[in-house]
């Protein structure tokens, strides 16, 4: 049996540039990992079959689950032959812009790879990860990250300085496709990616906080009215920075203080169910 860890990200930045020909958006955009983690187990089964068990009634147990299709892509490539057993302990909130879903495919790649001993490089297993969705490849190795692209398109960054992060997850499913759908290009507020990056260069806390910009975020609050009030509640309990995270509906907080982490997380009980604190991965 192999174990991988499959942690969720945040994005301190999303842009996008323009619609491309075939159908995708350009984006560009800075992410990091959180220690919020699924756990997968997996092993191998003599006969020629793929399952996935999961006791969370949200995530599905067929071809719809990420993991499931990284591991039919994995084995065709590698010309397995076996099967394989995938054990999903989910932790991270399903739909919730945190890339739970990615980060379990992206760990199916890194496990299936040790397994069978396939030997693959990060470079590999990333273009593996292309044909599975666009935060995949990034989730491969996970920490600071620019992705350009449809998001395969990689560069590491210094790591976001250590700090606590506050999730926040209203009761509600976002449709990533039905939010790029309603994208204005010619109506948003852009992220300064450059002077984010150069933020994450200095170390420089408060710097990458005055940067944060989801120009996803004004599109998901406008059709989902419970975003708004949680967002708020945190800039009110006074967070260093606020953002939604990828096309929501996760709102985090990131603060350096433990105090103002557990103060931002009680006032947001009433407000949600979901809610965690936890630290940035370096």
């Known amino acids: 049996m192999v174990y991988e860890k ?3 990200k945040i994005n301190l930045t999303l842009d996008i540039l323009h619609k491309r020909e075939d159908g995708f958006h350009e984006v560009e955009m800075i992410m990091t990992s959180i220690d919020l ?3 997968l187990f997996f092993e191998v089964l003599t006969k020629d079959v793929i399952i ?4 969370n009634r949200y995530v599905p147990n067929d ?5 499931y299709q990284a591991a039919k892509v994995f084995k065709k490539q590698c010309g397995i032959r ?3 057993k995938i054990d999903i302990d989910k932790n991270i909130p399903v739909a919730a812009g945190l890339a739970g879903g990615s980060s379990d495919a992206a760990a199916t790649i890194r496990g299936l790879n040790r397994l069978f001993s396939t030997g693959l490089s990060n470079e590999q297993m990333e273009k593996m990860a292309e044909q599975i969705g666009s935060d995949v490849p990034y989730c491969i190795q996970g920490g600071t990250q620019l992705a350009k692209g449809r998001g395969e398109v990689l560069t590491p960054l210094p790591p976001l300085p250590a700090c606590y992060v506050v999730l926040a997850k209203p009761k509600i499913g976002v449709s990533t496709k039905e939010v790029y759908g309603k994208v204005d290009l010619y109506n948003m507020i852009h992220p300064n990616n450059e002077l984010a990056i150069k933020a994450l260069e200095n170390q420089d806390f408060q710097a990458v906080c005055d940067q944060m910009v989801n120009v996803l975020e004004p599109i998901t609050m406008n059709m989902h009215k419970e975003i708004g009030p949680i967002k708020e509640q945190m ?3 006074d967070a260093d920075g606020v953002l939604m995270s990828g096309s929501g509906p996760t709102v985090y907080a990131i603060v350096k203080q433990q105090s103002k982490a557990e103060r931002i997380y009680n006032s947001l009980k009433g407000f949600c169910e979901e809610v965690y604190v936890v630290h940035s991965l370096r």
Request: no cysteine; net charge negative; proline share 5%.
């Open 6 to 8: 499959a942690p969720a």
């Open 63 to 67: 071809h719809r689950n990420l993991a």
């Open 235 to 237: 800039d009110n309990a």
């Open 37 to 39: 983690s699924d756990r």
């Open 82 to 84: 076996s099967g394989v």
């Open 52 to 55: 996935v068990d999961s006791e």
